[in-house]
């Protein structure tokens, strides 16, 4: 079981971080209250009910989310970038953990590297 469970290891800090950030992505400036709610509940309910598998595909959809265009919204761009860099550590983590998630999201670990490498520089 543990092998099986491992993934849930890499949770914490996407359940914590993604519900706005999607929210903004998905609704665009200022998501009403329930927008986030409804992120929200979706990712507890994938950790806390779901598969792997199933996890996987909603940070595959946040990636196809990440790459729409932001037509110069800042709210957008912020957004962006913070789901950025919470989705490439979650898959970098996976590259430690045992089966083939770390294969399964190569691609998507990849387009999340271009996606990070056109993020403006931050100040020291």
């Given at each position: 079981?543990?092998?099986?469970?491992?993934?849930?290891?890499?949770?914490?800090?996407?359940?914590?971080?993604?519900?706005?950030?999607?929210?903004?992505?998905?609704?665009?400036?200022?998501?009403?209250?329930?927008?986030?709610?409804?992120?929200?509940?979706?990712?507890?309910?994938?950790?806390?009910?779901?598969?792997?598998?199933?996890?996987?595909?909603?940070?595959?959809?946040?990636?196809?989310?990440?790459?729409?265009?932001?037509?110069?919204?800042?709210?957008?761009?912020r957004?962006?970038?913070?789901?950025?860099?919470?989705l490439?550590?979650?898959?970098?983590?996976?590259l430690?953990?045992?089966?083939?998630?770390?294969?399964?999201?190569?691609?998507?670990?990849?387009?999340?590297?271009?996606?990070?490498?056109?993020?403006?520089?931050?100040?020291?």
């Amino acid at each position: 079981m543990v092998k099986r469970a491992s993934w849930l290891s890499v949770t914490p800090e996407p359940e914590r971080e993604l519900p706005e950030a999607v929210a903004v992505l998905r609704h665009g400036r200022r998501p009403p209250p329930e927008a986030v709610t409804t992120e929200r509940e979706r990712i507890e309910r994938l950790v806390l009910h779901g598969r792997q598998r199933e996890w996987l595909a909603y940070l595959h959809e946040v990636v196809e989310l990440l790459e729409r265009p932001l037509n110069g919204d800042e709210q957008l761009a912020r957004a962006r970038e913070r789901a950025t860099i919470v989705l490439a550590n979650h898959h970098n983590l996976l590259l430690g953990l045992p089966g083939r998630a770390a294969e399964r999201t190569a691609s998507d670990r990849a387009r999340l590297s271009k996606l990070a490498d056109d993020l403006p520089p931050h100040p020291e």
